[in-house]
């Protein structure tokens, strides 16, 4: 897969379940005046139905079959803003496939403030059903390695949508301006 100019590469955004990647990357592609595209919603949209019910019918394997060809199509895309599921990166082929081609922002949440968001994701968060407290803090540790590949961490405790989105689109900035100056 041959590299778009730094300016035209497309925006991954990686990290836990609820962490903000739809909810941020939504902003941020508004800021940048580029089209937004969440692998969630492009699963199902092919498959017209929640994940939820993808995970139940059809089983998690189909899931991550789906979610590695789509995530491999995006990404031969260049000016996107995408938001991938929470799982993606469990797979080393989905890791290569956006390390080769877009840039990486790993959105990162503490376990204590995680906690605050278990109500919004319990029910429509198929991984996250009919586990306990300690099951989930065991997840989150588990996944924590996977989310390691990324060309920049954001801790997002205590900040805001808008605040996380200005700060990917001037770290942004400043990087285009310094690799790849206009004048
Ligand atoms: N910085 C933030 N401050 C407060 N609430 C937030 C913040 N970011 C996201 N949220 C809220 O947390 C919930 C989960 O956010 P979102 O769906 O964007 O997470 P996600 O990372 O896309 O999750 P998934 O991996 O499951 O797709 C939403 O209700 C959203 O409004
Ligand atoms: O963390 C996960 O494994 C998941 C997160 C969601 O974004 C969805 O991709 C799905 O519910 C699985
Ligand atoms: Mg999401």
Request: charged content about 35%.
């Amino acid at each position: 897969m041959g590299k778009f100019p730094l300016r035209e590469q497309s925006i991954v955004l990686i990290g836990f379940m609820g962490v903000g990647k739809t909810t941020i990357g939504k902003t941020v592609a508004k800021k940048l005046f580029r089209d937004f595209i969440d692998i969630d919603e492009k699963i199902e949209k092919r498959f017209e139905m929640p994940a939820k019910d993808i995970f139940r019918l059809y089983g998690e394997e189909t899931f991550r079959k789906a979610e590695k060809d789509i995530i491999s199509e995006i990404c031969q895309q260049r000016l996107k803003v995408v938001s991938l599921g929470g799982g993606a990166f469990l797979q080393k082929e989905i890791q290569d496939i956006c390390l080769n081609s877009s840039i990486i922002f790993y959105l990162d949440l503490s376990w204590e403030r995680w906690k605050d968001r278990i109500e919004l994701l319990m029910e429509s968060r198929p991984v996250l059903q009919g586990k306990t407290m300690k099951e989930m803090k065991q997840l989150y540790e588990d996944r924590r390695p996977i989310y390691e590949q990324h060309h920049s961490r954001i801790d997002t405790d205590y900040h805001e949508i808008e605040e996380v989105a200005d700060y990917i689109v001037e770290s942004l900035k400043l990087a285009w301006d310094i690799y790849e100056p206009t004048s």
